[in-house]
């Protein structure tokens, strides 16, 4: 997950962003007071199409550990510790969730469907209670694994039912959360909304001699005083900028110094992510030219996003036209020298990626950053990044791309 992580919310506080009335701090209001939540009918639908994919493979259950599988199909807001907790998704009929005994009210407190919890003591094998579960409701032939699963929940699984097999989930789980419903698509543009309008309060704040720290206190103030939880702040100043995750070196904003911002941030769970760079006193004519370049290749990237095309074709659209510029080729540098972008939804990198190679096609409901940045080592990089879903008539903005490096927020 590098720069983002899944962040847990409780309960308490998915109502209150539901119900709560505006509020302002600096001069800012709530802008996500309202918002629906994920219901209860929709997750029960989502356990319903993994249980026909399921069913399809000759599945018999589906375990998922704490994280955004759990939370998609459940509701359940939870960590992961050395403590089991767990869902488990049979083929047919009901869910059960695994939990040690004192945590099962916290774990009840999110849980949004039907189910049958059953909790283990301290002194007790968590992996057993699973295996009982399996075997009570005789879906304990073929296990499917989500994929982050750790492994001493797989081994424990293995040697309490032994005569299990084991296969992996992940076909049938990024089935169900590659495709975003209409609500999840809502609360993917709302965090995109709270995350540029906190971009357009922190920009003009931007003063010479501020470190990479300042700018993200008072983005991560804003995004919070705009009604969203902030999950990521990358600031890259300088020469930092030439590599895409940042630099260890101490970092201050001077003139003619390239700024680039890499944020993001969740409403009810659903994540934005949202890149701008530009120059803070002015771009002199090599950065000009490197930023209309990578406008130009997201405006590339976007138009090559076809309902039917594979995606790694966005990818080699960009690197094509890179490459007729003298960048590259491929990774090399200076260029681009990471993926152009990446899906997104509960996680803020979830499959599937737009990435030389890959060849699942597009279709309506999947979710991308578009991010093909141009990185010169020594010197500077830049990055521009909007996310877009596919549409039955092809790719729609979460957010607009800035329209030039001296209207890099407009």
């Known amino acids: ?25 600096g001069g800012l209001t709530s802008m996500t007071t309202g918002i629906v939540p994920i219901t209860p009918a929709e997750r029960l639908a989502r356990i319903a199409k993994v249980q026909g994919l399921m069913r399809a493979q ?41 939990t040690p005994f004192f945590e099962e009210p916290s774990v009840r407190e999110t849980l949004n469907v039907s189910a049958e919890v059953r909790t283990w003591q301290e002194d007790e094998d968590p992996l057993a209670l699973v295996a009982g579960w399996l075997t009570d409701h005789k879906a304990g032939a073929i296990v499917a694994i989500e994929e982050t699963l750790r492994y001493f929940a797989v081994d424990g699984l293995a040697r ?31 965090a995109t909304d709270v995350t540029i309008a906190a971009y357009r309060y922190t920009a003009p704040k931007i003063e010479r001699g501020m470190t990479s720290a300042d700018i993200a206190t008072i983005m991560n ?89 594979p995606a790694g074709a966005v990818d080699d659209a960009v690197r094509l036209y890179y490459e007729s510029l003298g960048y590259g080729p491929r990774y090399k540098l200076p260029g681009l020298s990471h993926r152009t972008g990446h899906g997104i939804g509960l996680d803020g990198h979830e499959p599937v990626n737009l990435v030389h190679g890959e060849a699942m096609k597009l279709s309506p409901g999947m979710c991308f950053s578009d991010e093909p940045g141009i990185y010169i080592p020594g010197a500077f990089g830049v990055r521009l990044e909007d996310c877009f879903h596919m549409t039955e008539s092809g790719p729609r903005w979460f957010s607009s791309p800035p329209p030039s490096i001296d209207r890099a927020f407009d």
Request: net charge positive; glycine share 10%.
């Open 58 to 98: 000759g599945l018999t259950a589906l375990l998922i550990e704490p994280g955004a599988s759990l939370a998609y199909f459940t509701g359940i807001q939870w960590h992961r510790s050395e403590r089991l907790t767990a869902a488990i998704i049979p083929a047919e009929g009901r869910i059960g969730v695994v």
């Open 160 to 190: 309490a039912l032994p005569h299990a097999a084991i296969r992996s989930g992940a076909a049938v789980v990024r089935a169900c959360r590659m495709v975003k419903s209409p609500a999840e698509i809502a609360l993917m543009q709302a």
């Open 221 to 309: 103030k804003a995004t919070s005083a705009l009604g969203g939880d902030p999950e990521f702040e990358l600031i890259l100043l300088g020469e930092a900028s030439a590599y895409p995750h940042g630099s260890h070196q101490p970092q201050i904003v001077r003139e003619g110094a390239v700024v680039l911002m890499d944020c993001g941030c969740t409403v009810q769970g659903y994540q934005s992510d949202v890149s701008r760079t530009f120059v803070f006193g002015g771009a002199d004519k090599h950065q000009r030219t490197v930023w209309d370049q990578v406008h130009r290749g997201q405006q590339i990237a976007f138009e090559a996003a076809r309902i039917g095309a």
């Open 1 to 25: 997950m590098n720069r983002r992580t899944f962040l847990a919310s409780s309960a308490a506080g998915l109502a209150l962003a539901a119900t709560r009335p505006a509020w302002s701090a």
